[in-house]
């Protein structure tokens, strides 16, 4: 099984529909981040979290809010979609200290329609 | 800001060529800088890392070193193999964060 596990790896759904993508790790990391990858952009940081109880906003966090519902989960959710939030969405952990060192997900595929 | 710039791509290389991916950087301080790499259908890998001017990070026969004097961390292989073939991205620790370049896709042609 992956260290970092998201679910769902795709999702089409519609313009104004709520989605939420979940993450999960079994590498005991305190720190999670959320990041969006666009072709010829990059990785974009949404948010990030260093421990349960701090959250803070990345780079490109409206639209999006998250949960960090313990340790090893955290949740990213769209309120209500828009076709450009169609991306590749990361979840990523690392540990206290090593904030350059991430461990990412597989990837969740989003289409926005 | 901290920011990343990387050679755009994409590159097509023949097996065996040398490869070189320049990067450069503007930050405050001397952050560390990495080099992550993505597979096709993967998340990202740390490829290699260094953390201070003048270190060299290696790793399955990429390096990169730290140029200070150039704000540059440039991406170097002696011999491609088809099995390179990824996206490539530039990286430096900003302020609790990692700020990452626009990747540069590479593909290995046997």
């Known amino acids: 099984d992956a260290d970092v596990t998201q679910t769902p790896r795709n999702r089409i759904t519609k313009t104004g529909k709520r989605i939420m993508l979940e993450c999960s790790q079994t590498?005991?990391?305190?720190?999670m981040y959320w990041y969006r990858q666009d072709p010829g952009l990059g990785l974009r940081l949404i948010y990030y979290?260093?421990?349960?109880?701090?959250?803070n906003k990345g780079e490109i966090s409206d639209g999006y809010s998250v949960s960090r519902q313990a340790q090893a989960k955290f949740s990213l959710s769209l309120e209500s979609a828009i076709p450009n939030q169609t991306a590749l969405y990361f979840c990523?952990?690392?540990?206290?200290?090593?904030?350059?060192?991430?461990?990412f997900g597989e990837g969740s595929r989003l289409t926005v329609l | 800001g901290n920011s990343v710039t990387q050679m755009e791509g994409p590159v097509t290389l023949s097996e065996e060529a040398f490869l070189t991916i320049n990067c450069t950087y503007t930050?405050?301080?001397?952050?560390?800088l990495f080099w992550y790499v993505q597979y096709p259908g993967e998340g990202l890998q740390l490829l290699l890392k260094?953390?201070?001017?003048?270190d060299k990070g290696s790793n399955k026969g990429f390096e990169a070193t730290y140029r200070k004097e150039t704000t540059s961390f440039h991406l170097e292989k002696g011999s491609v193999q088809v099995s390179d073939s990824a996206v490539y991205f530039c990286?430096?620790?900003?302020?609790?964060?990692?700020?990452f370049g626009q990747g540069t896709r590479l593909t290995i042609n046997p």
């Open positions: 590498k005991g990391h305190d720190r």
């Open positions: 990286a430096l620790q900003g302020a609790q964060k990692l700020v």
């Open positions: 260094a953390t201070k001017a003048d």
């Open positions: 930050a405050t301080g001397y952050p560390s």
């Open positions: 979290s260093f421990d349960v109880k701090d959250i």
């Open positions: 990523a952990t690392s540990e206290w200290g090593e904030t350059g060192e991430l461990f």
